[in-house]
């Protein structure tokens, strides 16, 4: 039995001194690769890499406005997709954003989103930022403001809640979601550049409209822009650029000049369609009269009404007999003292109508009709 027992501590003792050498000088062994001598840099850095990372401080008061402004208007904002067909069976598919702006389903999108070439789309996807999507119907458009209402049949969706973009200053702190090139509730920030920005050469577009440098692209066409609160202030419809992507210069619809398109479409339908063929502004605006003044120094213009900078040849207005300096007065016995008032007209107006204006002409007052029409390259 001892010799048994001094055989087992002799093999046990083999055994530990066995494995304490392949562990140790074994080619493959835990210490097969060479180590090198680190320099006290490399310890020190190795020290950092490894040191837990501290308990991150509380946000900023500003990383806190724009963390809260994202999550309430993200929510909002959905991808739209459209299909429609040019010609004998060429499928043609197109994709931009759009903001719910009611629980009961209602989208906001712009005009250009749901078109291909000149018509409606013949399919509209509307998904939301939770994965759901929903087939949609366009209730109506206004071309020239590049608006086009959606309906979807859902219910408690989540809205944006809507701003005020008559308070809106240059330099506030904007931010756009959209879904630029494919990629869901994008988000980016900046501020508000200008104000009533024009865009000439661009037909479809206001005249008011925000200019922003928050990144926006293909894509966030009829997204949202929100202010630091998370507001929705306008909808994000164009840029300009040399290159084809952003290099800071973006343009939004006013949210306020939105909501008036929106009750004007569930009231009447697609609007923005007649045309007359002129373009004009305020004669009681010091530019213009400044300008006037200039001009024909011996002759005094009306305070108020519009004056016609241009007359499209062979449009409604150039058959009717109406000229470049012409002052409109007067539409169907309404004096006109703003230019808001001809644009609101115009959108419920439908082409056949007969609109009468009272025209001063260089001291002479002249009534004309004019036969509204349709603008030839109208989508």
Do not use: C
């Amino acid at each position: 039995m001892r010799k048994f027992l001094g055989f087992l501590v002799l093999f046990g003792l083999g055994f530990a001194l066995g494995a304490y050498v392949f562990l140790n000088y074994a080619p493959f062994g835990r210490h097969s690769a060479p180590t090198r001598e680190l320099s006290g840099e490399a310890r020190t850095l190795i020290e950092a890499l490894e040191k837990p990372v501290p308990v991150a401080e509380a946000p900023t008061s500003f990383e806190t406005m724009l963390r809260n402004a994202t999550a309430r208007i993200s929510p909002a904002v959905v991808k739209v997709d459209v299909t429609g067909e040019v010609g004998f069976r060429r499928l043609l598919q197109g994709r931009g954003s759009g903001v719910i702006i009611s629980p009961d389903g209602y989208v906001v999108t712009n005009n250009h989103v749901v078109r291909i070439g000149r018509d409606i789309a013949r399919n509209i996807t509307v998904t939301l930022s939770d994965g759901r999507f929903f087939p949609a119907r366009v209730l109506g458009t206004d071309a020239r403001n590049d608006i086009a209402l959606l309906k979807v049949d859902a219910k408690n969706l989540p809205a944006a809640q809507l701003g005020d973009s008559d308070r809106l200053q240059v330099g506030d702190w904007v931010i756009a979601v959209g879904n630029p090139f494919g990629f869901e509730s994008t988000v980016t920030a900046g501020i508000v550049s200008a104000l009533n920005r024009r865009v000439r050469g661009v037909r479809g577009l206001p005249d008011n409209l925000i200019q922003t440098d928050a990144a926006i692209n293909q894509g966030n066409s009829g997204g949202a822009l929100a202010d630091s609160r998370g507001r929705l202030v306008g909808i994000n419809t164009a840029i300009f650029t040399p290159s084809g992507g952003n290099v800071g210069i973006g343009f939004a619809i006013p949210i306020n000049q939105v909501r008036e398109v929106v009750k004007e479409i569930l009231t009447y339908g697609s609007i923005g369609i007649a045309w007359i063929g002129i373009s004009y502004r305020n004669v009681a605006d010091k530019e213009i009269r400044d300008h006037l003044s200039y001009l024909f120094p011996d002759i005094r213009f009306p305070e108020n009404g519009l004056i016609v900078l241009d007359v499209w040849l062979n449009s409604p207005a150039n058959r009717a007999g109406i000229e470049p300096g012409d002052v409109l007065l007067e539409l169907n016995g309404r004096p006109l003292r703003a230019v808001e008032q001809l644009e609101q007209f115009m959108r419920r107006a439908r082409p056949g109508d007969r609109v009468r204006f009272k025209v001063w002409r260089f001291g002479r007052v002249l009534d004309i009709e004019v036969v509204l029409g349709t603008a030839p390259d109208q989508p």
